[in-house]
């Protein structure tokens, strides 16, 4: 695949614990995508409740091989949880295609990053991916992420620690995020040093398919 320089970094953090929201904008946005991969080891994304037309793959050189022969689809690895820096490399080889890293304090730390995501996240837009990390615990992820993200969506965060360190990432009183409930969220442009705040609405009988799944987003003006 040749790469191209000109196209614009597409790398989105998402943060929040359990129960926040975190996966639900993603899976909705998944919906209409036409080459999207997960990272989903506690296998949240296929099945009923799952993004529809997601493959479930469970050992690597499943997944390796779907992807070789692959134009087009979703796929979702829920295999071991030290496949990681070989996932990276997958999605890396496949390219122009939105992947997913879900709980990614589980795979990486606050210091240096896995060479394979450290290539993702540096040099994965020349390859037209569109990345997005997803942790319930900012303050133990990974910090390049971090450094490189084109936007952070913050959800309720049980942790101080974790408010403290996201209030600081998108330059926003930590008061803020502490009000937030679940299913709101602030979410921050870090180009355009735009913010808004956004809500997901599920119906009070459960969403039976994400069609039913509203969002609003309205600017949000942060008092210097």
């Not at 990390?133 to 101080?160: C, H, W, Y």
């Not at 926003?172 to 995020?177: D, G, K, M, T």
């Not at 679940?182 to 039976?208: C, H, L, T």
Request: proline share 4%; aromatic share 6%.
């Amino acid at each position: 695949m040749r790469v191209d320089t000109s196209r614009e970094a597409d790398i989105g953090v998402v943060c929040g614990s359990s129960g926040s929201g975190k996966s639900v904008v993603i899976k909705k946005a998944l919906v209409k995508a036409k080459r999207a991969i997960v990272w989903d080891i506690d296998d949240e994304y296929t099945g009923p409740k799952g993004v529809p037309g997601m493959q479930r793959v469970t050992n690597m050189r499943e997944l390796v091989t779907k992807l070789a022969k692959s134009k087009a689809g979703k796929f979702a690895y829920v295999g071991k949880v030290t496949e990681f820096e070989s996932w990276c490399r997958a999605v890396f080889a496949w390219g122009v295609c939105t992947a997913v890293a879900e709980e990614l304090a589980g795979v990486t730390s606050p210091g240096k990053a896995p060479p394979g995501w450290h290539t993702l996240v540096s040099r994965g837009r020349k390859r037209g991916i569109a990345l997005i990390a997803v942790t319930q615990r900012p303050a133990e992820s990974d910090k390049t992420i971090m450094g490189n993200a084109s936007f952070m969506r913050v959800g309720r965060l049980a942790r101080a620690q974790d408010r403290k360190y996201m209030a600081s990432e998108i330059d926003v009183p930590e008061s803020l995020l502490s009000g937030l409930k679940n299913r709101e969220y602030i979410i921050k442009n870090m180009a355009a040093n735009e913010y808004f705040r956004g809500v997901i609405q599920i119906p009070e009988n459960g969403a039976k398919s994400l069609t039913a799944v509203k969002i609003k987003e309205n600017p949000l003006t942060i008092e210097a």
